[in-house]
């Protein structure tokens, strides 16, 4: 891979102008034989104020070099076909919705097979390799330009009767809901035929066939209380449509459907809701009978595994699953009767994605020295198969521990800029926060720490990957149970004689941005922050998110008082360190008035405050939104901390 296929090469150091250097490499798919993986490779292009993203093919015997696949440059979410002699994909044209492709596996041109107004979703195989399943979001009439005539403000009002009707990054859902369809592959020339094989007012998702083809498994919240209880309910339907049938009890939030090799039971992951909390709980791996309807089976442990949300992979004998684990995601095999669990892939690595075929697993991962590879495993070994990272140079990543006030033992990173310094320290906290920071190389501690300053990020109490009650603790009193251990992380990371503990400056995005107002407006350890897409008025956050009436219950508890008392809204007249506010414009996850607020309170007393604003993004601007974007997002974090703290 070099500048002749068009990708970025050439990277020193890592600077807020090298995050076109970080290649993601998307989940793999095996050939049946267990000989091809071909994944997805995406880059942002600056110039062209995009993301490009095209399909690799490489060897899982690493005999032939890794081989760029398509030229399109949005392609992404490849699946081999079960014969092995397709590849379906998805591909986006230029300002258009991506649609479902297929591309002979032995060469030839890539033919469409969708030409749906909202786009497609990824492909799922029938096992004849003649039909895909797919779920797809179904407009209403007049909605969303299906009529040229009818531009977006002079679309008909929106009558809403229900608590699900939006989502962050996606906008409004109640009038274009998800719903299951399936296209036969064409033969010769023929036109594909797509067919919409669910309807109704919730949203359809997650197909997969039954291995007999005679059954489709997809989840759905379809149940009386849904818009309260905020369970999903795995179902099967006939591939031609039908009435379909439920197999789960409403007492789970499940998603990912798989069938067991046999087809007499379907695996999920799941989050137990029975006493309508979902925060800080571990997601687990279920079964279902397929031939009743039911309360699911869990096969992992409720306390100590997490899986993360991707797809089950089936192997002949047990499900492959994706583990938070201190800062790491392994790959777990888990057997279909609910034995013991089998590591496959561990150690300081975060897997991304993984497929089995024909005794070969292959996964894609990060590390310390490495942002995205695939690698295939060999015994308890991880052998790396290409070199996508081979232009990073990243700063070691170190690790931290701590000991909460309470006796807990804490855990985190610390990246420290080249040099023998002190160092100005920058306290870095992640959203969520049932999330953890993790070995993976990181684009925001690489660029901070290249810029001069010691970037400590930590994974305290609240964070998931250390168990069910350690990510529970904060519950009800989350500024002051958080900040505890965030400071004793911080101290400790101080003692080093590298560190500056004069020049400490704050920084976090959503529960991040949370703590970092939080922190600034009950402590005086700080010099400067930035507080980025933020909660900082529960009372409002609750009404005007998209999932606050279903969080701030459950993470801050229902008394008016206690949520007047960790908002940090609340303690703004004692912020006095300079605070940079950044938010979104269509933020909808925190939506633009939790930044207003703080900011206005601020501005008030002429407190050194500003705030910078980012038309057109979400909440997951920092992460996946315009590179321009994330490119003036890191110039102005670090202008201010230059100001404020150099």
Not at 471 to 491: E, N, P, Y
């Amino acid at each position: 891979m070099g500048a002749e296929d068009g990708w970025p090469v050439g990277l020193s150091g890592v600077r807020a102008e090298d995050v076109t250097c970080l290649l993601d490499v998307g989940a793999p798919t095996l050939s049946p034989d267990g000989r091809f993986a071909v994944v997805a490779v995406s880059a942002p292009d600056l110039e062209q104020n995009e993301y490009v993203s095209s399909l690799w093919i490489i060897a899982s015997d690493g005999a032939a070099p890794p081989r760029r696949f398509t030229y399109g440059r949005h392609d992404t979410a490849p699946r081999f076909s079960p014969d092995g002699r397709w590849i379906a994909f998805l591909r986006a044209e230029p300002e258009g919705k991506p649609q479902l492709h297929v591309l002979p596996v032995e060469g030839g041109d890539a033919r469409r097979l969708t030409d749906l107004h909202l786009g497609a979703g990824a492909a799922a195989w029938a096992p004849d390799s003649r039909r895909i399943a797919f779920s797809a979001r179904v407009a209403e009439p007049g909605r969303y330009g299906r009529e040229e005539k009818v531009t977006p403000e002079k679309e008909a009002p929106r009558r809403i009767t229900g608590l699900r009707y939006r989502l962050d990054d996606l906008g409004f859902i109640a009038d274009r809901r998800l719903h299951l369809h399936v296209v036969d592959l064409p033969e010769g020339q023929d036109e594909p035929e797509v067919r919409q094989i669910t309807d109704g007012d919730w949203d359809d998702g997650g197909p997969v066939w039954s291995p007999d083809g005679q059954r489709l498994a997809f989840t759905s919240a379809r149940h009386e209380g849904r818009e309260q209880d905020l369970a999903e309910d795995v179902f099967v339907i006939s591939p031609d449509g039908g009435e379909p049938t439920r197999l789960s009890d409403s007492t789970l939030a499940l998603q990912a459907p798989a069938f067991a090799p046999d087809g007499r039971s379907v695996l999920a992951l799941g989050i137990e809701i029975a006493d309508g909390r979902r925060v800080a709980r571990n997601r687990g791996l279920w079964a279902l009978d397929v031939a009743t309807t039911g309360r699911p089976r869990r096969l992992t442990d409720a306390e100590t595994v997490h899986l993360i949300s991707e797809r089950i992979i089936t192997t002949r004998d047990a499900a492959l699953v994706l583990a938070e684990n201190r800062g790491a995601v392994d790959l777990l095999a888990v057997p279909y009767e609910g034995s013991e669990t089998r590591v496959v892939v561990a150690g300081r690595r975060v897997v991304l994605g993984a497929d089995a075929a024909a005794e070969t697993v292959v996964v894609t991962y990060g590390d310390a020295q490495r942002h995205a590879e695939l690698g295939v495993v060999q015994g308890a070994d991880l052998r790396r198969l290409t070199d996508f990272s081979r232009d990073l140079a990243p700063l070691p990543i170190g690790e931290t521990e701590a000991t909460a006030p309470d006796g807990q033992r804490l855990h985190g990173f610390l990246v420290e800029p080249e040099g023998s310094g002190p160092h100005p320290v920058l306290l870095m906290i992640h959203g969520g926060p049932f999330t953890q920071y993790t070995w993976r190389v990181f684009d925001e501690a690489q660029v901070y720490a290249g810029a001069g300053y010691a970037v400590v990020y930590t994974n305290p109490r609240g964070s998931s990957g250390y168990g069910q009650a350690y990510g529970a603790h904060i519950r009800g009193d989350v500024g002051a149970r958080s900040a505890a251990d965030l400071l004793a992380l911080l101290d400790t990371a101080l003692q080093r004689d590298s560190l500056d503990g004069s020049r400490v400056g704050v920084l976090g995005g959503s529960h991040g941005g949370f703590m970092t107002s939080w922190l600034l407006g009950n402590t005086d350890r700080f010099g400067a922050g930035v507080s980025e897409r933020a909660v900082n008025a529960i009372d409002s956050f609750e009404g005007s998110s998209d999932i606050g009436y279903q969080f701030a219950d459950d993470l801050y508890g229902a008394d008016p008082e206690a949520r007047r008392r960790q908002s940090p809204l609340s303690h703004a007249d004692n912020i006095t360190a300079p605070l940079l506010i950044i938010h979104s414009e269509q933020d909808w996850r925190c939506p633009l008035e939790q930044a207003q607020r703080l900011y206005v309170a601020l501005r008030r007393r002429d407190a050194p405050v500003e705030m910078l604003l980012f038309p057109g993004e979400g909440h997951e601007m920092s992460r996946s939104g315009l590179p321009s974007h994330r490119l003036a997002r890191f110039q102005a974090i670090l202008e201010w901390f230059d100001r404020h703290m150099k």
